[in-house]
């Protein structure tokens, strides 16, 4: 039990670092767009760099972001058949969907995994605007990303059982 516990509080400070880190890259976005703007007002050489690193900003920013979103219920949802169906049957439903979504993630973040280890093994490079690195690098939060959310539905999924299976002590935890 004890190593449960530490796995799982391992795990809460990697998705609470995750999502420092995709707030970071919020704030950055927002400053490139400064610059960018600011610059072309400017008789200065535009920023070359800007537009590459705003690219890989929202890759890494989705990525990041989607475990802790979903932790949070924060991410877009059609619920309202769910909500128009009594309790037992929404949680059926809700659990239905969240198996989709480890199927799904696990399969991606699979393919997403090959495809990272496809590129480090054959050394391919990302030539941008004034950086050039292993595409590895890049890539790799993909899979990084999704299999953090397939945890994330798992768990969602333990939650939907037990509100499913022991109803009480779901309504003591709400209050």
Known sequence: MIVLKSIANGYNKVLGATSK??????IALFVLICIQVFARLLPVPPVL???DFAIY????LGFLGMAHLLRRGAHVAIDVLVDALPEKAGL???????????????FVGYVALDVTINQFIRGVFVNAALFNMPKWILLAIIPFGLWMSCIEFIVLIIQHFKKLLFPEAAAKEKE
Request: hydrophobic letters at 70%; proline letters at 0%; a neutral charge.
């Open 21 to 26: 880190i995709a707030a970071a890259l919020i």
């Open 92 to 106: 059926i439903i809700s659990i239905l969907v969240c198996l989709i979504g480890v199927a799904t993630t696990v």
């Open 57 to 60: 900003c929202l890759v890494f």
């Open 49 to 51: 760099w800007t537009t």
